[in-house]
């Protein structure tokens, strides 16, 4: 394994996450303390409405949040539909390490939160509230491709996670992921990103996978557990994503052609690779030479 220090993120605002994984990181910190920190500054310190606080939400006007997070030695944690929680990968971390469990949802997983500490607070910014009643007047279900890059409040985004995938100088890694979900959707949906394999896996023995896009298709093909298991196989990162684009086409190809899916991986020697389905999928990494800006994934169409 490299004991490079790497951090890799999905879209634009990977490069904040990214800074803020670097302070543990090129410091000689651990990758799962990493992502941790990377996800929660999605979660707080962005204010899109694409993921975290400042989140669209569902068809009902209710903002609810995914997140996971995985180490490289198979523990892992998540929570999914959860309200009014600033920070779920943290509470994701806390199923984790203080729960037998590995998923919690809803209310169950809000209480979870809330007796390990964590302050309850109404998330659903006025800009999201409007939003969502602008959205009602046509309440059409349509995700948008690539509507992460559009950043501005308001904007009629439909896609929200933050995916972000580090290995450590002792060359360990770790994975997290966070979203609010597809915005207007059916109220209780849970995407890829909670779904161990779907949205986020890592194996430290070989490496590690993230996605986003429409959640849907991940889940239907295990598909961040793919790219990892292609990795095993011998593909490099890059290879491995677009095997598993490819899958998701074969599997449903007229779907395809109007929604996006994008994955990012790294291996366990520190290579990384992303391919989409459709262009216009970024990526960002950072490591001891610093931050790279962003990279334009290879996609389909
Ligand atoms: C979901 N995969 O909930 C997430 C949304 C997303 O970029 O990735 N948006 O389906």
């Not at 220090?5 to 990214?18: E, H, K, L, Q, Y």
């Not at 929680?85 to 729960?99: C, F, G, N, Q, Y």
Request: glycine share 12%; proline share 3%.
């Amino acid at each position: 394994a490299a004991k490079v220090p790497r951090v890799v993120s999905t879209w634009d605002f990977g490069i904040g996450a990214n800074a803020a994984a670097w302070k543990v990181l090129g410091q000689g910190g651990g990758a799962l303390d990493a992502v941790e920190v990377g996800a929660r500054w999605a979660e707080s310190e962005l204010c899109n409405p694409t993921v975290g606080h400042c989140g669209n939400p569902d068809r009902d006007g209710v903002l609810t949040l995914d997140a996971s997070i995985m180490d490289g030695d198979g523990r892992v944690g998540a929570v999914a539909a959860i309200e009014d929680i600033l920070h779920p990968v943290s509470v994701a971390r806390k199923v984790m390490e203080d729960s037998p469990h590995v998923l919690l949802v809803g209310q169950g997983a809000q209480q979870f939160a809330i007796e390990h500490g964590f302050e309850r607070k109404a998330l659903l910014t006025d800009s999201a509230r409007k939003a969502w009643e602008e959205w009602k007047k046509t309440s059409r279900y349509e995700p948008v491709i690539n509507a992460e890059r559009r950043l501005r409040p308001g904007d009629s985004t439909n896609h929200d996670t933050l995916g972000i995938l580090a290995i450590d100088t002792r060359g360990h890694m770790a994975g997290a992921c966070t979203t609010s979900g597809m915005a207007w959707k059916v109220h209780g949906r849970v995407g890829d990103s909670p779904i161990v394999g779907a949205g986020l896996y890592v194996d430290g023995e070989v490496g590690a996978a993230t996605a986003s896009g429409v959640g849907e298709e991940m889940l239907r093909n295990a598909a961040s557990f793919l790219v990892v298991e292609l990795m095993r196989q011998g593909r490099s990162p890059a290879q491995a994503c677009r095997e598993a684009i490819a899958r998701v086409v074969h599997k449903r190809p007229a779907a395809s052609k109007t929604l996006q899916v994008c994955f990012l991986a790294m291996n366990r020697r520190g290579e990384v690779g992303a391919y989409a389905l459709h262009k216009g999928f970024v990526y960002a990494m950072q490591d001891e030479a610093g931050a790279h800006g962003l990279t334009d994934s290879a996609s389909i169409y």
